[in-house]
RNA sequence: GCCAAGGUGGCAGAGUCCGGCCGAACGCAGCGGCCUGCAGAGCCGCCUACCGCCGGUUCAAAUCCGGCCCUUGGCUCCA
């Protein structure tokens, strides 16, 4: 069973084959760090930490980087009045961009360039491309001249004459063709641009322009374009030709289009072999969760809410290039689905672990939902990541693991331990959920030792018949986020958040 | 206007590449039952689908072909 991906490229779903047949090269996207990052962003991120985690159980090695855009327009007009610049700025959202991926357990990139500390390769691949006549300098600035490029939008099925004739030919009639883009702009950021993107609190266009960071280059000081960067960051910490580039659909035109172009009139070879383009998250009010809007839920936010693992589990429970709908409905839905998850792990691994559970016992319905579910669940993943239908494999397992502890007073030991090492394999490794994190730090043993003491102290109310004072004993410990349950073996607890 | 992706039950969302196992998965909400002091969790059942509309191909179509309607993304800020 092999791995098949649909690449925007070609239009269709294909077997996946890497150059080497032992490791893949990805390259995702990653932000512009002018803002915090948002459950849009979130979906992208959690998708390829999946694809990333997925190629790894299909044994590749796995080389993934993801840049940061810490320089561009956005930023600068993000500047404050109290004398920050636009390198300050970036470096904050780096940082609480940092933090947000810790909170949702991605796996970390092998690099995560950015293009502040890239300059070089940009300047070299920008030169490269004059030498070979692709691009040519006016004033300064450099241009790509798509008219050089026979390949020119094929990625995006556009058509190089038709987007000539949409262009404004008097924005920038430095430009041989209103297509063409800028490689290397000459100077600072022009007020006027900075303007457009401000928000409240913001510096005066023109002070904020001032902090725009510029670099010495063979055409004079001045800034990198936008898609130049991508270009050089994956030639430079991949190579030439990489297996997998991902990034959000709203990307394919212009910016991966002009990537293609640029890399491979510079390097003469295919600049990726499978192109994956994650869809944008909807909002239930259908507007978009853009940057430029001021009502999307950030992912520090949506953290808060709701934790890490819902939030996965809501990203995960769309496949990534499929329409996924943000609302409170659809995420309460993932709130149910994750704990259930988490329950029938903790349901299986207890009754695993119980003197009830014999080695000689052998219940077979659970013996094959447990083999059902690893292959639903590869199978799905194999299906051009269709992380949607394996979570339904994972949660048939559960279903079945409940049904068989329900209906046995002694427990399959194998099946129960088969299932747990699967959820553990599929929830927790590939899907990257933090099954059985009860923790282990101090705080979390003293919490239960103390929530025991509560409902030792509750046993006896209701030895005695007093439910009243019971159950406000209940009551209270869920205010806390202690939930509890009574059971045959008595009661049971889990710490939520 | 051009390029691309979609329209499946109350909601959400698989299945469409390779037509039959799909009267349609998994789940959420709601309802009934079992269990339970109660609640919760879990289990069983229901709500629950003629798969945007029209026409065609076929023994057979959610799945293939044609036309139409609508939604979304892009057309040089955006994951």
Redesign the pocket.
């Known amino acids: 069973m092999t791995l098949?991906v649909t690449n925007t490229l070609t239009?269709?779903?294909e077997e996946f084959e890497p150059a080497d047949p032992d490791s893949v090269l990805l390259y995702y996207?990653?932000?512009?760090t002018s803002d915090p990052a948002?459950l849009?962003?979130a979906?992208?991120w959690v998708h390829v930490d999946v694809m990333h985690r997925w190629l790894e159980w299909l044994g590749y090695d796995v080389r993934h980087v993801e840049n940061f855009?810490d320089v561009?327009e956005?930023i600068v007009a993000r500047v404050g009045e109290n004398g920050e610049s636009e390198a300050d700025v970036a470096r904050s959202y780096i940082r609480s961009i940092i933090d947000d991926m810790r909170s949702l357990n991605l796996r970390r990139a092998e690099v995560y360039p950015r293009v502040s500390e890239s300059i070089p390769e940009i300047i070299d691949l920008v030169e490269t491309l004059i030498e070979k006549g692709y691009a040519y300098e006016a004033n300064g600035s450099v241009y790509f001249d798509v008219t050089s490029f026979d390949d020119y939008g094929k990625l995006?099925?556009?058509?190089p004459e038709?987007?000539d004739a949409?262009?404004d030919p008097d924005e920038r009639s430095e430009k041989r063709n209103?297509?063409?883009?800028a490689l290397w702009k000459d100077g600072g950021v022009a007020p006027g641009t900075v303007a457009d993107?401000q928000h409240d609190e913001a510096a005066p266009p023109e002070e904020a322009a001032e902090t725009a960071q510029t670099w010495d280059s063979p055409w004079g000081e001045g800034r990198p374009g936008?898609h130049i960067e991508c270009s050089a960051m994956s030639t430079t910490h991949l190579d030439d030709t990489i297996d997998i580039h991902v990034?959000?659909?709203?990307?394919?035109?212009?910016?991966h289009e002009n990537e293609i172009a640029q890399s491979e009139a510079a390097t003469g070879q295919t600049f990726a072999q499978y192109w994956l383009h994650?869809?944008?998250?909807?909002a239930a009010d259908?507007e978009?969760?853009?940057?430029?809007l001021g009502n999307f839920e950030t992912v520090d936010e949506a953290i808060e809410a709701y934790g890490p693992d819902a939030v996965r589990t809501f990203l995960l429970?769309?496949?990534y290039?499929?329409?996924?709908?943000y609302?409170r409905?659809?995420m309460?839905?993932a709130v149910?689905?994750w704990e259930?998850l988490q329950?029938?792990y903790e349901r299986a691994v207890e009754a695993c672990d119980s003197v009830d559970a014999r080695t000689t016992i052998e219940d077979t319905d659970l013996r094959e939902a447990v083999e059902t579910s690893r292959e639903d669940f590869a199978a799905a993943m194999n299906?051009?990541f269709?992380t949607?239908?394996a979570?339904?494999a994972l949660?048939?397992l559960?279903?079945a693991v409940?049904?068989h502890v329900?209906s046995h007073d002694e427990y399959d030991y194998r099946g129960l331990r088969e299932a747990v090492e699967t959820l553990a394999e599929f929830a927790g490794n590939v899907f990257g959920l933090g099954l059985g994190d009860t923790g282990s730090g101090g705080d979390v043993t003293l919490a239960e030792d103390l929530v025991d003491l509560v409902l030792s102290v509750r046993e006896q109310e209701?030895e005695a018949g007093n439910?009243k004072r019971?159950?406000d004993l209940?009551d209270e410990l869920e205010a806390l986020g202690v939930?509890?349950?009574?059971?045959d073996d008595g009661p049971e607890f889990r710490l939520n958040n």
């Open positions: 098949r239009g269709d779903t996207c990653g932000l512009t948002h849009g962003h979906r992208g855009t561009n956005k995006s099925n556009q058509d038709q987007l949409q262009g209103p297509a063409d883009f993107h936008w990034g959000g659909q709203d990307l394919v035109f212009p910016h994650v869809r944008l998250l909807d259908d978009k969760m853009s940057s430029s429970s769309t496949a290039h499929n329409e996924a709908v609302s409905e659809t309460d839905e149910e689905r259930g329950r029938g299906d051009d269709n949607r239908a979570l339904a949660e048939e559960v279903s409940n049904t329900d209701r439910y019971a159950d209940r939930e509890v349950q009574d059971t």
